[in-house]
Structure formats: structure tokens, C-alpha cells
């Protein structure tokens, strides 16, 4: 079946650099993707989305780019805080329907 | 004000009960879902609701039944619990027609002994 990401990696970064997390996807068809930021104990939060007919979105601290050739998403985090140490997840779903797929998660530790 | 809440939070319960979660919205979306989330966070939609139909059910043991007693509520009835049944289920709702953003409930964790 098609799939999104399906490993938990952990990016470990310093307090005040950018973060970058990666998502590839396979399903072709996808219209819309979507970033959730998931912290312990909490359900996922939306953090920023984007249709398949952009390549770039931005929103406060966060840039998504989407890169359909090769089907990649990405999530960029600038000047990342201790706030940000959270599970990052990308979901993508097709126009048909609201069902999202998920991917496995990034988890994202700020070092102080 | 509470968007998406469910209940309980934790949930501890031996093999073979039967158990249910709820779940309420008060966003006026059409829409409700439930997700599983096992214990590598791996996400994946069990359900959803659209004006208390079903329009998506993923291949879930019919051990899992939802209920849609109106718009606002999805509840999660599961019989005869299994061991692999822990996990933390999430509840989520969006507006319908069309791509919209999906809002979590804080999720319920269920054990099974």
C-alpha cells in the first residue's frame, strides 16, 4: 500500500539553529500535506499545511517545501527554542477524501 | 473551551472486558475520526464520521464499533479487549468537503493486562 515516511528518527539540534525534517511519500495522487507537531502526552497540533499546486508555504518560524518530482516534503524550523522538542509528523491525503496517512514521526530535541 | 476532549485519558483494563471512549467536539465540524497510535507513534485512521455516517473504515476488527450518536460525538465501543488493543487512541474532527485540518484530542491511553 502506499506509505509516508515510516521511521522515527531523532534529530538532535542547538537551541537557536534551524531544524530541518524530512518526509518522502509515495502516494502520487496526494493533493495536500500537512505537518503536526506532537509533544508528550498531547494529541498532534497543526503546524502549517500546503496544497500540491505550491512548493513553498510559509508561516511563523516555519517553512514547508514540497517537491512533488521527487515526492518530498520538508519542515524547516528557524531559530528553534525548547518549545519546538516535540514528535514532528507530515500526513498527506488525496482530494477524494479527508482520509489522512501519516508518517512515522521525527522527534526533534533542542539541547539547550 | 476545550475543542476536542475525550474521555477518560487513561484507560487500564483486563483481557476479554469491554471498554468505550468518548469523544465530543465543539467545533461545529461535520466531520470525526479516530485514530490508533501505537507504541513506535506510529498514527493510523481506524474510522470516520461524516453527519454520523461511516465514510471510512480501515479493515479494523469488528471487535471496534464507533457510535455517532450526532455530530458532535464519535464514541469507541471495543469488545472483548486483546492485549494488542494497547495503544493511545486519538479522536480528531474537520469541517467536510474538501481538504480541511484535522483537530486532535488529547488521546486516551488504553492498557490491557
Known amino acids: 500500500g502506499e506509505s509516508v515516511g515510516l521511521h522515527l528518527p531523532t534529530l538532535s539540534v542547538q537551541e537557536g539553529d534551524n531544524s530541518i525534517i524530512n518526509c518522502a511519500y509515495s502516494?502520487?495522487?496526494?493533493?495536500?500535506f500537512i505537518w503536526y507537531k506532537q509533544e508528550s502526552g498531547k494529541g498532534p497540533q497543526f503546524i502549517i499545511d500546503i496544497r500540491s499546486n505550491m512548493d513553498k508555504r510559509q508561516g511563523q518560524r516555519v517553512t514547508v517545501l514540497l517537491n512533488k518530482t521527487v515526492k518530498h516534503l520538508s519542515l524547516q524550523i528557524a531559530a528553534t527554542q525548547p518549545g519546538d522538542s516535540a514528535v514532528y509528523f507530515c500526513?498527506?491525503?488525496?482530494?477524494?477524501?479527508?482520509?489522512?496517512?501519516f508518517g512515522g514521526g521525527t522527534r526533534v530535541l533542542v539541547k539547550p | 473551551d476545550t475543542a476536542v476532549s475525550q474521555t477518560p485519558k487513561y484507560l487500564v483494563t483486563q483481557m476479554g472486558n469491554d471498554k468505550s471512549i468518548k469523544c465530543e467536539q465543539n467545533?461545529?465540524?461535520?466531520?470525526m475520526y479516530w485514530y490508533k497510535q501505537d507504541s513506535k507513534k506510529f498514527l493510523k485512521i481506524m474510522f470516520s464520521y461524516n453527519n454520523k455516517e461511516l465514510i471510512i473504515n480501515e479493515t479494523v476488527p469488528n471487535r471496534f464499533s464507533p457510535k455517532s450518536p450526532d455530530k458532535a460525538h464519535l464514541n469507541l465501543h471495543i469488545n472483548s479487549l486483546e492485549l494488542g488493543d494497547s495503544a493511545v487512541y486519538f479522536c480528531a474532527s474537520s469541517r467536510s468537503g474538501g481538504l480541511n485540518e484535522q483537530f486532535f484530542g488529547p488521546g486516551t491511553r488504553l492498557t490491557v493486562l
Open positions: 467545533l461545529g465540524h461535520d466531520t
Open positions: 500526513a498527506e491525503t488525496e482530494a477524494a477524501g479527508n482520509k489522512l496517512t
Open positions: 502516494n502520487s495522487a496526494s493533493d495536500y
